[in-house]
């Protein structure tokens, strides 16, 4: 891939991956609000401000491995009437939103497909629009399905914590210090490309047809 490409291909896909990013962590903020946590409010986290997401690390692994993730949201789960119930439902939210804004995107594309467009100029404008749409739904599957796996810090280790026993989930919580380490041993092993490559596909199919 020549420079022109690389160019190209980081301003179709920076939009989409810093949209799902930031919706992703508001989630998480929004209902932790709604359950009573004003932390994140209170850092200033309840915002579409990409900045205020933003974790540096995270932005570059996904220039360059095409995954990656958002500065995580602070959560007192003090706050809430039941912790454990409460860590669970703020945990889906993430992944949750970002399977909504990937039938959305699926949606909008599909629709664009059925459009007739009256001119060349006018499909010009709406390709980078269409590309941006089909690369949102790949970025937002693979954000719900990648932190949907069960392993400290990612949302999956959260909500597993929450259906687990409660002596069960203080030994399975003895792992997070160790979890980013595992992480990357995962991810540079290649496997967990192979465990969530075949999901985002299946996903992607059944939403774009």
């Known amino acids: 891939m020549d420079i022109r490409q690389a160019v190209i291909q980081f301003l179709i896909l920076a939009p989409p991956f810093l949209f799902a990013l930031t919706l992703h962590e508001l989630a998480h903020g929004w209902t932790a609000w709604r359950l009573g946590d004003p932390t994140a409010k209170n850092d200033g986290r309840l915002t579409l401000n990409p900045i205020k997401h933003l974790d540096l690390f995270g932005a570059l692994l996904f220039?360059?491995?095409?995954?990656?993730?958002?500065?995580?949201?602070?959560?007192?789960?003090?706050?809430?009437?039941?912790?454990?119930?409460?860590?669970?439902?703020?945990?889906?939210?993430?992944?949750?939103?970002?399977?909504?804004?990937?039938v959305g995107s699926a949606l909008l594309f599909r629709l664009l497909l059925e459009l007739r467009m009256p001119s060349p100029f006018l499909l010009s404008l709406l390709e980078p629009l269409a590309q941006m749409l089909l690369a949102s739904v790949w970025i937002n599957i693979m954000l719900a399905v990648f932190n949907c796996l069960p392993i400290p810090p990612l949302d999956g280790s959260k909500v597993l914590a929450g259906l687990l026993p409660p002596d069960a989930a203080r030994s399975y919580a003895r792992m997070e210090p160790y979890g980013i380490f595992l992480l990357f041993i995962l991810f540079y092993s290649d496997i967990i490309s192979k465990v969530i490559t075949p999901l985002i596909q299946t996903v992607s199919g059944l939403l774009l047809g």
């Open 63 to 102: 220039i360059f491995a095409h995954i990656g993730w958002a500065k995580p949201v602070p959560v007192n789960p003090s706050y809430f009437k039941n912790p454990r119930k409460g860590m669970l439902l703020v945990a889906l939210a993430g992944p949750g939103a970002n399977l909504l804004l990937a």
